[in-house]
Protein backbone atom coordinates (compact mmCIF):
# COMPACT_ATOMS: atom_id res chain seq x y z
CA UNK A 1 0.00 0.00 0.00
CA UNK A 2 1.27 3.33 -0.40
CA UNK A 3 2.38 5.46 2.00
CA UNK A 4 1.72 9.26 2.15
CA UNK A 5 3.77 11.60 3.38
CA UNK A 6 3.66 15.33 4.90
CA UNK A 7 5.66 17.23 7.20
CA UNK A 8 4.94 16.48 11.04
CA UNK A 9 4.78 20.05 11.92
CA UNK A 10 5.16 23.65 10.33
CA UNK A 11 5.56 27.17 12.37
CA UNK A 12 3.78 30.27 10.57
CA UNK A 13 3.90 33.86 11.80
CA UNK A 14 0.43 35.38 12.24
CA UNK A 15 -0.23 37.13 9.05
CA UNK A 16 2.62 35.04 6.86
CA UNK A 17 2.47 32.45 4.13
CA UNK A 18 3.12 28.46 4.77
CA UNK A 19 3.04 25.58 2.04
CA UNK A 20 2.27 22.30 3.47
CA UNK A 21 3.02 19.20 1.18
CA UNK A 22 1.64 15.46 0.18
CA UNK A 23 4.13 13.16 -1.09
CA UNK A 24 3.36 10.00 -2.26
CA UNK A 25 5.79 6.83 -2.14
CA UNK A 26 4.72 5.84 -5.37
CA UNK A 27 6.12 8.66 -7.38
CA UNK A 28 4.89 12.34 -8.54
CA UNK A 29 1.58 12.74 -7.45
CA UNK A 30 -0.83 14.30 -10.11
CA UNK A 31 -4.65 15.15 -10.21
CA UNK A 32 -4.90 11.55 -11.34
CA UNK A 33 -4.65 11.46 -7.18
CA UNK A 34 -7.47 14.03 -6.33
CA UNK A 35 -5.72 15.45 -3.64
CA UNK A 36 -7.94 16.55 -0.57
CA UNK A 37 -7.00 18.83 2.34
CA UNK A 38 -8.71 18.86 5.28
CA UNK A 39 -8.51 20.41 8.49
CA UNK A 40 -8.66 18.46 12.15
CA UNK A 41 -9.17 20.47 15.40
CA UNK A 42 -9.31 18.47 18.67
CA UNK A 43 -12.25 16.88 19.77
CA UNK A 44 -13.89 17.99 15.95
CA UNK A 45 -14.71 15.98 12.94
CA UNK A 46 -12.42 16.81 10.12
CA UNK A 47 -13.12 19.84 7.99
CA UNK A 48 -12.73 19.18 4.05
CA UNK A 49 -10.81 22.37 2.54
CA UNK A 50 -10.01 21.74 -0.78
CA UNK A 51 -10.74 18.94 -3.17
CA UNK A 52 -9.40 18.09 -6.83
CA UNK A 53 -6.42 18.99 -6.20
CA UNK A 54 -7.49 23.04 -5.86
CA UNK A 55 -11.52 23.19 -5.20
CA UNK A 56 -12.76 24.93 -2.40
CA UNK A 57 -15.52 24.26 -0.52
CA UNK A 58 -17.96 27.17 -0.33
CA UNK A 59 -16.86 27.66 3.76
CA UNK A 60 -12.74 27.46 3.11
CA UNK A 61 -11.09 30.91 3.67
CA UNK A 62 -9.65 32.25 0.42
CA UNK A 63 -6.46 32.58 2.29
CA UNK A 64 -6.21 28.82 1.51
CA UNK A 65 -5.63 27.66 -2.08
CA UNK A 66 -4.07 24.09 -2.91
CA UNK A 67 -2.04 23.23 -5.95
CA UNK A 68 1.09 20.75 -7.76
CA UNK A 69 4.18 21.69 -6.51
CA UNK A 70 7.40 20.13 -7.11
CA UNK A 71 5.81 16.46 -7.57
CA UNK A 72 3.76 16.56 -4.85
CA UNK A 73 0.36 17.88 -3.96
CA UNK A 74 0.41 21.60 -1.51
CA UNK A 75 -1.36 23.27 0.44
CA UNK A 76 -0.46 27.59 1.06
CA UNK A 77 -2.00 29.32 3.09
CA UNK A 78 -1.43 33.18 2.91
CA UNK A 79 -2.04 35.78 5.62
CA UNK A 80 -2.46 33.48 8.27
CA UNK A 81 -4.59 33.73 11.46
CA UNK A 82 -4.46 32.39 14.66
CA UNK A 83 -7.96 30.19 13.99
CA UNK A 84 -5.91 28.46 11.43
CA UNK A 85 -3.71 26.45 14.13
CA UNK A 86 -5.06 22.75 13.79
CA UNK A 87 -3.70 19.95 12.22
CA UNK A 88 -3.72 19.15 8.38
CA UNK A 89 -4.19 16.05 6.33
CA UNK A 90 -4.36 15.45 2.76
CA UNK A 91 -5.26 12.31 1.30
CA UNK A 92 -4.56 10.52 -1.96
CA UNK A 93 -6.60 8.38 -4.54
CA UNK A 94 -4.90 5.04 -6.01
CA UNK A 95 -5.86 2.31 -8.57
CA UNK A 96 -8.21 0.08 -7.07
CA UNK A 97 -10.68 3.27 -5.60
CA UNK A 98 -8.41 3.05 -2.61
CA UNK A 99 -7.52 6.28 -0.83
CA UNK A 100 -4.59 7.01 1.77
CA UNK A 101 -4.07 9.80 4.86
CA UNK A 102 -1.10 11.32 4.85
CA UNK A 103 0.16 11.15 8.39
CA UNK A 104 -0.62 15.24 8.88
CA UNK A 105 0.77 17.91 9.71
CA UNK A 106 0.21 20.09 12.95
CA UNK A 107 0.45 23.92 12.50
CA UNK A 108 1.54 26.18 14.72
CA UNK A 109 0.49 30.32 14.28
CA UNK A 110 3.09 32.23 16.53
CA UNK B 1 -28.19 20.00 5.31
CA UNK B 2 -27.17 16.50 5.38
CA UNK B 3 -26.07 15.01 8.72
CA UNK B 4 -24.44 12.16 10.11
CA UNK B 5 -24.61 10.60 13.35
CA UNK B 6 -22.09 7.88 14.55
CA UNK B 7 -24.07 5.68 17.36
CA UNK B 8 -23.05 2.05 19.35
CA UNK B 9 -21.02 0.72 22.32
CA UNK B 10 -18.19 2.56 23.80
CA UNK B 11 -16.04 0.05 25.04
CA UNK B 12 -15.46 -3.20 23.60
CA UNK B 13 -14.26 -6.59 24.72
CA UNK B 14 -10.57 -7.65 22.57
CA UNK B 15 -11.46 -10.30 20.79
CA UNK B 16 -14.84 -9.14 20.06
CA UNK B 17 -16.56 -7.49 17.41
CA UNK B 18 -16.84 -3.77 17.30
CA UNK B 19 -19.82 -2.91 15.66
CA UNK B 20 -21.15 0.72 14.62
CA UNK B 21 -24.04 2.61 12.76
CA UNK B 22 -24.32 5.49 11.23
CA UNK B 23 -27.21 7.42 10.49
CA UNK B 24 -27.91 9.82 7.69
CA UNK B 25 -30.50 12.69 7.67
CA UNK B 26 -31.42 15.56 5.68
CA UNK B 27 -30.94 13.82 2.04
CA UNK B 28 -30.57 10.24 1.15
CA UNK B 29 -28.20 7.61 1.23
CA UNK B 30 -29.00 6.34 -1.90
CA UNK B 31 -26.38 6.56 -4.67
CA UNK B 32 -23.77 8.19 -3.00
CA UNK B 33 -20.55 6.83 -1.26
CA UNK B 34 -20.48 6.47 2.97
CA UNK B 35 -17.23 5.76 4.22
CA UNK B 36 -15.71 4.69 7.84
CA UNK B 37 -12.53 6.58 9.26
CA UNK B 38 -11.07 5.82 12.42
CA UNK B 39 -8.50 8.44 14.53
CA UNK B 40 -6.12 6.62 17.13
CA UNK B 41 -5.07 8.24 20.32
CA UNK B 42 -2.88 11.26 19.50
CA UNK B 43 -2.15 9.92 15.90
CA UNK B 44 -3.42 10.11 12.21
CA UNK B 45 -6.18 9.80 9.98
CA UNK B 46 -6.75 6.34 8.65
CA UNK B 47 -9.61 5.68 6.03
CA UNK B 48 -11.02 1.87 6.73
CA UNK B 49 -13.23 1.74 3.87
CA UNK B 50 -16.04 2.52 2.02
CA UNK B 51 -19.85 1.37 0.58
CA UNK B 52 -21.88 2.15 -1.91
CA UNK B 53 -25.51 2.50 -1.52
CA UNK B 54 -26.43 -0.18 -3.57
CA UNK B 55 -23.76 -2.36 -1.34
CA UNK B 56 -20.96 -2.45 -2.96
CA UNK B 57 -17.76 -2.20 -0.60
CA UNK B 58 -13.99 -1.49 -0.65
CA UNK B 59 -11.53 -1.92 2.00
CA UNK B 60 -8.62 -0.38 3.42
CA UNK B 61 -6.12 -3.84 2.64
CA UNK B 62 -4.23 -3.75 6.54
CA UNK B 63 -8.02 -4.08 7.72
CA UNK B 64 -10.02 -6.17 5.01
CA UNK B 65 -9.68 -9.31 6.59
CA UNK B 66 -11.37 -7.97 9.60
CA UNK B 67 -14.18 -5.38 8.46
CA UNK B 68 -17.51 -6.05 6.98
CA UNK B 69 -19.82 -2.73 6.19
CA UNK B 70 -23.53 -3.12 5.46
CA UNK B 71 -26.09 -0.77 4.02
CA UNK B 72 -29.75 -0.59 5.02
CA UNK B 73 -31.51 2.08 2.59
CA UNK B 74 -34.53 2.09 3.97
CA UNK B 75 -33.41 3.17 7.28
CA UNK B 76 -30.85 5.54 5.95
CA UNK B 77 -28.09 3.96 7.91
CA UNK B 78 -24.91 2.61 6.78
CA UNK B 79 -22.70 -0.09 9.38
CA UNK B 80 -19.31 -0.64 10.12
CA UNK B 81 -18.08 -4.20 11.53
CA UNK B 82 -14.81 -4.87 12.82
CA UNK B 83 -13.94 -8.42 13.95
CA UNK B 84 -10.89 -9.38 16.41
CA UNK B 85 -10.64 -6.52 18.21
CA UNK B 86 -6.98 -5.55 19.75
CA UNK B 87 -6.16 -2.37 22.01
CA UNK B 88 -4.43 -1.19 18.69
CA UNK B 89 -8.50 -0.48 17.13
CA UNK B 90 -9.20 2.07 20.06
CA UNK B 91 -9.85 4.94 18.55
CA UNK B 92 -12.50 7.93 17.43
CA UNK B 93 -14.57 6.22 14.60
CA UNK B 94 -16.26 8.69 11.42
CA UNK B 95 -18.09 8.31 9.52
CA UNK B 96 -18.53 10.36 6.28
CA UNK B 97 -19.98 10.78 2.76
CA UNK B 98 -17.38 9.77 0.73
CA UNK B 99 -18.86 10.86 -2.89
CA UNK B 100 -16.65 14.06 -3.75
CA UNK B 101 -16.35 16.27 -2.39
CA UNK B 102 -16.58 14.89 0.58
CA UNK B 103 -18.52 17.46 2.35
CA UNK B 104 -20.06 15.79 5.43
CA UNK B 105 -18.80 14.25 8.06
CA UNK B 106 -20.29 13.14 11.36
CA UNK B 107 -19.04 13.94 14.56
CA UNK B 108 -17.00 10.55 15.42
CA UNK B 109 -17.46 7.95 18.61
CA UNK B 110 -14.51 6.73 20.69
CA UNK B 111 -14.55 3.23 20.90
CA UNK B 112 -12.01 1.79 23.75
CA UNK B 113 -10.81 -1.70 23.33
CA UNK B 114 -10.20 -2.71 27.13
CA UNK B 115 -11.47 -5.57 29.11
Known amino acids: QAVVTQEPSLTVSPGGTVTLTCGSSTGTVTAAHYPYWFQKRPGQAPKTLIYDTNNRQPWTPARFSGSLLGGKAALTLSGAQPEDEAEYYCLLSYSGARVVFGGGTKLTVL | QVQLQESGPGLVEPSETLSLTCTVS????????WSWIRQPPGKGLEWIGYIYSTGITNYNPSLKSRVTMSVDTSRNQFSLHLRSVTAADTAVYFC?????????WGRGTLVTVSS
Open chain 2, 96 to 104: ARDSPPRDF
Open chain 2, 26 to 33: GGSISRFY
